[in-house]
């Protein structure tokens, strides 16, 4: 026969998805909140995002031409890293800070184990620890951070001696405050009522819902994070098993423990839009490569990085937990997996 | 069974159907070839023995193996002429096969012991089993399984219910479709026939809701005879059709992992086998011919073909107007889980149940990269198993706790495979490593 007919396993279509279309419907979803960043913190937060963008794609070029590697950059996983990290970084950083951290993550954080596929952790959350334990002095600076409003933090209180302007960073130093006062009489008589202020006003609830706050340049908007994360859900792109059991367990353990002093007072809205949870737990749990695959893996894996972050965020070293807690719990996945494999079809209880 | 609860499974996807081509076109009778290969082995179990020699004249129906065992059918000459030579040749399996090469003389004689049966319902079930193993019957749906093993149950497992499989799930194919609407009737007596054989106090046929003409046609034929079988509409889901989804979906049982259906007091039989059933008990007709969806954007005439088994694909094709230029792969079965074919000389079995002409561009598979752990494949999987960490152990040679991992349930449906965004081609290693699992335990005894 003059013509060669191909010959292959079945199946013989497939449903036209692939890595690279996953990748940028995802960048495509985080665009919205990145504009957003921009608004908020002002034009240098688009210089931070390229930076880390175009430092990603060229250290993961670099690297896979040294190692006389296919170069994969196209499939959009190094560009999602790069917004990611910017995503987690204040806008006042210098710029050399997101090009050294886009290295870290991609050389250590992913090329190290091979690439695509085989990171252990998320590659941007591991270099954004690298930069918060190497530079911590320009991560947690703040302070300018929001140069549009005129309150701290974008919440409409006035404390003394509050430096850092995230509305965790405010809560846990007005709590520190507020559980001293005990000790020291007259200090800070409306600590009581800012707190509530804080946690439960109409302004502080709306500015943290729509991003007007200070925070890193992509985390601080859950409106429009949301909106990108409903356009993920409804491509099917991301569960809801991961994101719903991250903040619901947040939701749960910050109503229990996140009050002034007594339990079951935290205010749930509060200790949902603040800091990082929204971006960590649509955008940065759900990551693929270092989530579990199987159902109740997923579902585990989303409260244990609730569980990590409230932890953190109530009685840790640091007012936000998010990118530790997810670090931390990307350790566990094939532990998760193996536990949690699904019963096979028909397979009866013995 | 549940009346609240949807009659589904889990898992599964959603393949565009692509049925449109064919499933309106009524079923036409291809032309006699001049040449059949009937292959002694179109079933699972052992091959069948020649009875026959070269040179000897032959007319249809006339037998021309014995079975090789009991799990083995006997095969059937589909036209009359000459044997020209017993030997091996290409089989869709992909081996060469004994296969018995007979050359037509034309004049389609048929042997004079086939026709109309008197009072075949009342024979005793051993001489209705004794004619459809004689007739050569074995599962038409595609997996080619002997009818008479499956119903013969072994005595300590009662069988209760009698499932026809009309979902015919697989894209493309609408060869069932066609012949439940114009052979309602051989289909539900065959059916009444294989109840009788089971026993069984419920019989059912299910079919996909993207069959409603087949559905109303069926519900017809069944009162117009006056049986009381019931036709279960169900939602179109990959894979619908396949035996343990079926019955999970009308019966809400679900076969024990590692078990067959008897094991949930059930048999399933396909569409085409009910009729073949009906023609080999009433008529004592063997199984010479079957319908062949042929379709596909590479062929010129899509349609449903009614052909003799031997026939070449290539008489096929021609019948059907033959190939357009840019074919670029020809699939026995469905897209699903059909199989590729080599060679236009490999014959119509009594597992074809469609001949899919891809072009080129869906030919070609992309480049496989590596898993991202999306998990899209333990999502759809409808045994529930994780293909992606069965694929890997195979790919690294780890095949020691593969059983364990019940590699052995995979129905190689192929859903993980279709949803994967890196290309890869689960199925494939999965039955490698199926391949492997079955060679240690054969080498351990």
Known sequence: MEKKLFVSSSPHITDRESVAKIMFTVIAALVPAGIGGVYFFGPKALWVILVSVLASVATEAVIQILMKKPVTVGDGSAILTGILLAFTISVQVPLWIPAVGAFFAIAVGKQVFGGLGFNPMNPALLGRAFLLASWPDYMIRFDLARPRGGHLAGIPINIDGITEATPLNVFRQLRDIYSNTTEFTGVQPDVHQQIDTLTSSYTSIKNLFIGDVGGCIGETSALLLLAGAAFLMYKRYIGWKIPFGYIGTVALLSWIFGGKTDLFSGNILFFVFSGGLILGAFYMATDMVTSPVTFRGRILFGIGCGVITVLIRQVGGYPEGVCYSILLMNLTVPLLDRWNRPKVFGKVKK | ?445
Request: hydrophobic share 40%.
């Open chain 2, 1 to 445: 069974m549940g009346f609240l609860t949807k009659r589904s499974f889990s898992g599964g996807i959603h393949p565009p159907s692509s049925k449109n081509a064919t499933k309106n076109s009524a079923i036409i009778t291809c032309p006699l070839p001049s040449t059949v290969v009937i292959p002694v082995s179109q079933h699972i179990g052992a091959p069948s023995k020649p009875i026959v020699e070269v040179g000897a004249a032959v007319k249809t129906g006339d037998l021309l193996t014995e079975p090789g065992g009991f799990i083995s059918v006997p095969v059937h000459a589909s036209i009359s002429g000459t044997v020209k030579a017993i030997e091996p040749r290409p089989h869709p399996l992909g081996n060469d096969v004994l296969s018995i090469v007979i050359e037509s003389d034309e004049k389609d004689e048929w042997n004079s012991s086939i026709g109309p049966q008197k009072d075949y319902l009342q024979l005793d079930k051993q001489e209705k089993i004794r004619r459809i193993r004689d007739a050569g019957i074995a599962g038409m749906g595609g997996a080619t399984f002997p009818t008479h093993v499956k119903l013969s149950p072994p005595g300590d497992k009662p069988i209760d219910t009698f499932l026809l499989n009309g979902a015919e799930c697989e894209p493309y194919l609408t060869s069932d479709h066609r012949l439940m609407l114009e052979q309602p009737k051989k289909i539900i007596l065959g059916m009444q026939i294989i109840v009788s054989i089971l026993g069984a106090q419920n019989a059912g046929i299910g079919v996909e809701n993207n069959k409603p003409d087949a559905i109303k046609v069926l519900r017809k034929t069944i009162a117009d005879l006056g049986l009381p079988y019931k036709v279960y509409s169900l939602p179109v889901k990959y894979p619908q059709g396949a035996e343990k989804q079926l019955i999970v979906a009308v019966t809400k049982r679900a076969v024990p992992a590692g078990g067959l259906p008897m094991d949930v007091g059930c048999v399933v039989q396909n569409v085409g086998t009910a009729m073949a059933v009906y023609e080999a008990v009433a008529e004592k007709k063997p199984l010479v011919e079957r319908v062949v969806t042929v379709t596909g954007k590479g062929v010129k005439n899509p349609q449903n073909v009614l052909a003799r088994i031997g026939t070449p694909y290539s008489a096929l094709l021609e019948f059907c107007g033959g190939l357009e230029d840019n074919v670029g792969k020809i699939i026995m079965g469905g897209p699903m889980m059909g199989l590729a074919q080599a060679s236009l000389e490999i014959p119509v079995i009594k597992g074809t149940s469609g001949l899919l002409i891809l072009d080129e561009k869906f030919s070609k598979k992309p480049q496989e990269i590596t898993c991202i752990s999306c998990a899209r494949c333990v999502d759809v999987c409808p045994m529930k198993l994780v293909p992606t960490i069965l694929a890997k152990k195979v790919k690294y040679n780890i095949f020691d706790s593969l059983e364990k991992d019940n590699v052995l349930d995979c129905i190689e449906c192929g859903s993980c495979a279709y949803v994967c965004p890196s290309q890869i081609n689960l199925v494939h290693y999965i039955k490698y490593g199926k391949h492997q699992v079955m060679k240690a335990r054969k080498k351990a005894g």
